[in-house]
């Protein structure tokens, strides 16, 4: 991939454990989301301090939305009512989303509200959510380590160390953990780790870390004697890291293009850390890995779903329409967790593939989204999934058909929406009530909606604003099905803005980090994967050298 590039529900798994301190809510959360039930209505009728956001994007569909948001409305999220607060201070750049418990009793210190976040610098942080006092802070660094050098690459820039969201999960060990990538070099070698953390204290917890180490069958780019190998130094875990059925799922991108890189997924159980799978989707090729700038891997609860970067797809297929080598290059792909071994199960790949694999107009730059159970006009429930990429155009997936290859055309894919996201999308959508956000490159915030399971084919309202690179990933909070409130990042020199938009109209926007003036809400520069976390009446929002809290001011 060129350089182009360069910038390019709350409880997130059904664990296996249930543990009867846990609040019952918890339990019973957890287990509709095992049957594949993501938590779409029910959240509205949680109450709001109980909120988690404890995976990417708030659910492990992906949808951005938190139903659970009672004090932000449209009254008070103006310049007036509100703003920025304080500045959560750390110790490099946050690429990662932050993400939250309540009520966490902390040894010797109470009970706590807790944001939690990660930095280039191989530190994880635990601050008081209303306070911004400090709780914990730790290093992943082993003796004689230093985070990771770029590389000469600015995708990932002055330093490597956590790049992308940990996953939490308040049922594992004695506390709840929390499970952290961490990459790290010393004189001679560089290494992928994976951590499990003690949610009160950053103790590391099951014996880790646990050194990325895996190998897979093919003949692709750094094989050797039938098998593909992985090596630490080539690869970068920027995509957040999805927690199913008590398995922690990583996935792989490169640095720069560099070759030799292919696309894995890893799987570690979260109760050892062990491996417990592995796949590549490029093992007999070169490239197609997971970028995905930042986002998750979306689940039903059973499967994964991602779109691959460009790289090798074989045009012969076998007798059951899959590529006859096993190298899904630039796809949207669907992979089984049965039986805790990956592979593919479904796909799609455009008529045109590897024109658009070898022009660097893929769909590895965005993210994929399983949507809600929908009903079309002849009252049939469907089962759908969603993405874009590079190429402008948005994909729509059944889950259960996805449409795989056809060199002439894309009929069998469930809808495809050309030419719409003008700029291309380098970010992740937001869901809420029927509605889809999208912020690709240089265009507008946009709203499309569905209505019998098809989505609108241009946007029902747009932003004001034009988001240059990378565009902006939005984010919802809403009480139940009132207040929906659209949140997204402007990248400007020389500092971004938070943005406020009605989720019904985005043409309407509530508030912006410049409206008050004098500087009094300016936060500085937020990650190029810049997602705003919002919980409890604040927004968070990871920069260059903190989590910057937005909320309602005190009068």
Known sequence: MPASRRNSPNLNSNHPNSNSKRPLFRISRASLQGLGLICFSLCAVIASSATDVSTYHNDIARTGQNLQETILTYSNVNSSSFGKLFIFPVDGVIDAQPLYLSAVSIPGKGTHNVVYTVTENDSVYAF??????????????????????????GQISPQIGITSTPVIDRASGPHGTIYVVAMSKNSTSYFQRIHALDVTTGAEEVGGPIAVKAKYPGTGDNSHNGFVIFDPAQYAERQG??????????????????????????????????????????PNGNEGSIWQSGTGIASDGKNLFFLDANGTFETTLNKKGFPNKGDYGNGFLKVTTANN?????????????????????????????????????????????????????????NRNNMGKFNPNNDNAIYQEIDGVLGGGEWASSAYFNGNMYFGPVGNNLMQFQFSNARLSTSPLSKSAESFTYPGTAPSVSANGSSNGIVWSIEHTDPNDVLHAYNATN??????????????????????????????????????????AVFGVLER
């Open 128 to 153: 008081d959510a209303d306070a911004g006092t400090l709780l914990w802070q730790v290093s992943t660094l082993g003796s004689g380590e230093s985070p990771s050098d770029d590389h000469g690459c």
């Open 506 to 547: 985005l043409a309407t926007e509530l508030y912006n980090s410049n409206q008050a003036g004098n500087q009094r809400d300016q936060f500085g520069t937020a990650s190029h994967f810049g997602t705003p976390m919002i919980v409890n009446g604040k927004v968070y929002v990871g920069t260059s050298n903190g989590v």
């Open 341 to 397: 071994k990956l592979h593919v199960a479904d796909y799609f790949n455009m008529y045109n593939t590897v024109s658009e694999s070898d022009s660097d107009e893929d769909l590895g730059s965005g993210g994929a989204m399983v949507l809600p159970p929908m009903t079309d006009a002849k009252g049939k429930t469907r089962y759908l999934a969603i993405g874009a990429g590079k190429d402008q155009n948005i994909y729509i997936v």
């Open 241 to 282: 890291l999805l927690l199913l059925n008590g398995v922690i799922y990583t996935a792989w991108t490169s640095h720069c293009d560099n070759r030799p890189y292919t696309g894995w997924i890893i799987g570690y159980k979260e109760s050892t850390l062990a491996q417990s799978s592995v796949l590549d989707v490029t």
